[in-house]
Nanobody, 129 residues
Framework: EVQLQASGGGFVQAGGSLRLSCAAS????????IGWFRQAPGKEREGISC????????YYADSVKGRFTISSDNAKNTMYLQMFDLKPEDTAVYYC??????????????????????WGKGTQVTVSS
């Protein structure tokens, strides 16, 4: 059974940092697509960073480019989202997601979000001004 468990959210002041983790089970990252999404109250879900094995390229949304970094530790089957210089507009519930076979590019997965098959429960990030 594929499971994703996100953690690491919390409350931080503007300019601060957080690192989100997502522990995966039931599949390995090799050959897969993984990504982070977020949804703020009253807004649509946004794909903020995705990587797919089909091209190996990392996609970042413009809203987080230069501040957030996605990574993975294949030995631990865990993905991370390191967030720097957090802003109040980063406040949202953050979700990790995966497609066990990376059929599409990272930009597609983040843009469509429907391409991801498995989703973890979200973790809340709140950034105060």
């Amino acid at each position: 059974e594929v499971q994703l468990q996100a953690s690491g959210g919390g409350f931080v002041q503007a300019g601060g940092s957080l690192r989100l983790s997502c522990a995966a089970s039931g599949f390995t990252f090799d050959g897969s697509a993984i990504g982070w999404f977020r949804q703020a109250p009253g807004k649509e879900r946004e794909g903020i960073s995705c990587i797919s094995s089909v091209d190996g390229r990392t996609y970042y949304a413009d809203s987080v480019k230069g501040r957030f970094t996605i990574s993975s530790d294949n030995a631990k089957n865990t993905m991370y989202l390191q967030m720097f210089d957090l802003k109040p507009e980063d406040t949202a519930v953050y979700y990790c997601a995966a497609d066990i076979v990376g059929y599409y590019s990272g930009s597609y997965y983040c843009g469509a979000s429907s391409g991801m098959t498995y989703w973890g429960k979200g973790t809340q990030v709140t950034v105060s001004s």
